[in-house]
């Protein structure tokens, strides 16, 4: 059974700094894994997908990466800013049941001003 | 907005009551999920839709739990007889069949629910 655990669980930041967050999964079979936003009470918001094939995606001030065979992934957030708070998660879709996303339990990031 | 659009966002209870919720996928997107997420915990999957098709169920979704989507199009999921343990926020995506390698899900809102 796939398994996806992100450390830290809660990080604080002062505004301006670049951040690593980071997700690993315990079976390397997969097809892409996906990072996602949530803020309080709300939904997801996709936010980068790397494929299987792929070692990392870029979107802005956004950097993830994908090491399949050690069954990890980061996340680096750029220069850091209050807007960035928020919860991240990533996720997994397995070869063995690929119609589903496998979640980890997120990292709820704070951007201090 | 053509995202996805669920409703209600939230939905208050008695234990016992029935209640159904709905959701409106991108309107090309053939495929929908539902996914409940608790407090501190991401989102576990429950349901996934080709079409009018229910191709998947988790061994989460009870036997108090049916979800349709009739035509294709919006689906609905409801819970009889609720119970406190069903307060959670449910959580649809859609996605528009492609490779299993690119197929991004894009999620709505969701509906918190909360059982007295």
């Not at chain 1, 996720?91 to 979640?103: D, E, N, Q």
Request: include cysteine; aromatic fraction near 8%; charged fraction near 20%.
């Amino acid at each position: 059974k796939q398994e996806v655990t992100q450390i830290p669980a809660a990080l604080s930041v002062p505004e301006g700094e670049n951040l690593v967050l980071n997700c690993s999964f315990t079976d390397s079979a997969i097809y892409n894994l996906q990072w996602f936003r949530q803020d309080p009470g709300k939904g997801l918001t996709s936010l980068l997908l790397i494929q299987s094939s792929q070692r990392e995606q870029t979107s802005g001030r956004l950097n993830a990466s994908l090491d399949k065979s050690s069954g990890r992934s980061t996340l680096y957030i750029a220069a850091s800013q209050p807007g960035d708070s928020a919860t991240y998660l990533c996720a997994v879709r397995a070869l063995l049941g690929y119609s589903t996303l496998t979640f980890g339990k997120g990292t709820m990031l704070l951007v201090s001003p | 907005d053509t995202g996805v659009s669920q409703d209600p966002r939230h939905k208050i209870t008695k234990r016992g009551q029935n209640v159904t919720f709905r959701c409106d996928p991108i309107s090309e997107h053939n495929r929908l999920y539902w996914y409940r997420q608790t407090l501190g915990q991401g989102p576990e999957f429950l349901t996934y839709f080709q079409n009018e098709a229910q191709l998947e169920k988790s061994r989460l979704l009870s036997d108090r739990f049916s979800a349709e989507r009739p035509k294709g199009s919006f689906s609905t999921l409801e819970i009889q007889r609720t119970e406190q343990g069903d307060s959670a926020m449910y959580l649809c995506a859609s996605s528009l069949e492609g490779t299993a390698t690119n197929e991004k899900l894009f999620f709505g809102s969701g509906t918190q629910l909360s059982v007295l």
